[in-house]
């Protein structure tokens, strides 16, 4: 490969070259949108202690599955579920406006003036300079996620907050589409249900993508991003 790369003429050396560039550098912006949700996104509750043959237990308290009689059944465990509301509205705009104004004059005159009895006339010169410049931008970006997705305790912090993840697969005809969610939940915010809003979940890591033939059509091809890597224009 080195030596047909050394035989092409010069320009076609950088050609490849450039080529080669534009095909590591395609890869970086997937790499960089792709958002870290936090692993596993599931795990198991921890199993029971083993309890000697001799303990105390009856017919309704057994001290492997015991809760108090006055605890309510909000999450609180390694293994329990929240269900998490999803209701994220992201708003905003940009603008942005410049003016400039420049201008100068400059009048130089030559008085009439005479030697050795010949007049000579005079003379005048004027300039002037004029610059402006003007530059307006506007952006806006508007985006909205709702839904519902329930997920799992997988870690619980000293302080009690909750280290919550899950996944959620849904396959349709020849596509498919999963979300992703992880975060931490403070065990206040819990309401009745074990429900939670989005908003109230701390390092939230969100990700809705797709698969399959429609999700490729809406894609840019890999030789036409790396074509528009490399050129200048």
Not at 163 to 169: L, M
Request: a positive charge; hydrophobic letters at 40%; one cysteine or more.
């Amino acid at each position: 490969m080195r030596t047909a790369i050394m035989t092409l003429h010069p320009a076609g050396r950088v050609l490849v070259a450039a080529l080669a560039l534009g095909a590591l550098g395609g890869c970086a912006p997937d790499a960089m949108r792709r958002v870290e949700v936090v692993q596993p996104m599931s795990v198991r509750p921890v199993a029971p202690q083993a309890i000697p043959a001799h303990a105390n237990a009856g017919a309704i308290y057994q001290p492997a599955t015991y809760r108090p009689l006055l605890e309510d059944h909000r999450a609180r465990n390694i293994g329990d579920v929240i269900t998490i509301n999803i209701n994220e509205k992201v708003s905003a705009s940009k603008t942005a406006s410049s003016t400039a104004n420049r201008e100068g004059s400059m009048d130089f005159v030559v008085p009439d003036a005479q030697i050795g009895g010949k007049g000579i006339k005079g003379g005048s010169l004027s300039a002037k300079s004029k610059n402006d410049f003007e530059g307006k931008g506007d952006s806006a970006a508007n985006n909205v996620f709702t839904g519902q997705i329930t997920v799992t305790v997988i870690d619980v912090l000293p302080n009690g907050n909750l280290v919550v993840a899950g996944e959620k697969q849904i396959g349709i005809n020849q596509g498919s589409e999963f979300v992703r969610l992880s975060g931490v939940v403070d065990p206040r915010y819990i309401l009745a249900g074990n429900l939670v809003s989005s908003t109230q979940v701390a390092d939230a890591r969100l990700e809705y993508r797709g698969a399959g033939y429609i999700n490729e059509a809406q894609t840019l091809g890999w030789l036409s991003r790396i074509f528009m890597t490399v050129m200048p224009f």
